[in-house]
């Protein structure tokens, strides 16, 4: 490879990685960004949820500014500064094609990164899990349908009532506590 595709290559990772890095912000849905701020007895799910997301995206973008970089570096070392002629990105077509590359790298990297961050997630809130339990709606919570499909990755169907969803939010509870519940070994403190 020519010393300015390791530069250019570095540069559309860079540029994918800083995006990468402040997405958890710019693309947060504000009822989400509302939930989170919440006071929850027990503890605000949609806090630590967020938080664990946000840490993945994290190293992704670090990872994808860290390589970015180092193929800038290299790039430079190996004759970038020298250089008179371009690389195999010599032409705006080319160029657009690295750096779809590069957010085609990222979109894996992000979709790996969210699978391990649910993971993670349920995790911790299925660790003492007991399916015998039912859910107790508050009474005084509007809120409380919507939260806790946001936590189970559920979507309300149109003109569902209130006690079929309930009962589907009841059967995802179910599967991904059998799933998830007992495996929380990692996240408990041992002295």
């Given at each position: 490879?020519?010393?300015?595709?390791?530069?250019?290559?570095g540069?559309?990772?860079?540029?994918?990685?800083?995006?990468v890095?402040?997405?958890s912000?710019m693309?947060?849905?504000?009822q989400?960004?509302?939930?989170?701020?919440?006071?929850?007895?027990?503890?605000?799910?949609?806090?630590?949820?967020?938080?664990?997301?946000?840490?993945?995206?994290a190293?992704?973008?670090?990872?994808?500014l860290?390589?970015?970089?180092?193929?800038?570096?290299?790039?430079?070392?190996?004759?970038?500064?020298?250089?008179?002629?371009?690389?195999?990105?010599?032409?705006?077509?080319?160029?657009?094609?690295?750096?779809?590359?590069?957010?085609?790298?990222?979109?894996?990297?992000?979709?790996?990164?969210?699978?391990?961050?649910?993971?993670?997630?349920?995790?911790?809130?299925?660790?003492?899990?007991?399916?015998?339990?039912?859910?107790?709606?508050?009474?005084?919570?509007?809120?409380w349908?919507?939260?806790?499909?946001?936590t189970?990755?559920l979507?309300?169907?149109k003109?569902?009532?209130?006690?079929?969803?309930?009962?589907?939010?009841?059967?995802?509870?179910?599967?991904l506590?059998?799933?998830?519940?007992?495996?929380?070994s990692?996240?408990?403190?041992?002295?």
């Amino acid at each position: 490879m020519h010393p300015y595709d390791y530069i250019f290559s570095g540069l559309s990772l860079d540029i994918v990685g800083t995006v990468v890095l402040a997405k958890s912000f710019m693309f947060k849905d504000p009822q989400d960004a509302y939930y989170e701020g919440l006071p929850v007895l027990g503890g605000n799910r949609s806090l630590v949820r967020s938080a664990l997301i946000q840490r993945g995206e994290a190293w992704v973008g670090a990872g994808l500014l860290l390589v970015g970089f180092f193929l800038q570096m290299w790039g430079n070392l190996h004759g970038g500064i020298a250089a008179s002629e371009l690389g195999l990105v010599n032409s705006t077509f080319r160029m657009f094609v690295v750096l779809a590359l590069a957010v085609v790298i990222a979109a894996v990297a992000l979709k790996l990164v969210r699978r391990w961050s649910d993971a993670s997630f349920y995790r911790i809130i299925f660790r003492n899990y007991s399916g015998q339990s039912e859910f107790a709606i508050p009474p005084d919570d509007p809120t409380w349908f919507d939260r806790t499909a946001r936590t189970y990755d559920l979507k309300r169907q149109k003109n569902e009532s209130d006690e079929a969803f309930k009962k589907r939010l009841e059967a995802r509870r179910v599967e991904l506590g059998k799933r998830y519940g007992g495996q929380a070994s990692d996240f408990i403190v041992s002295e």
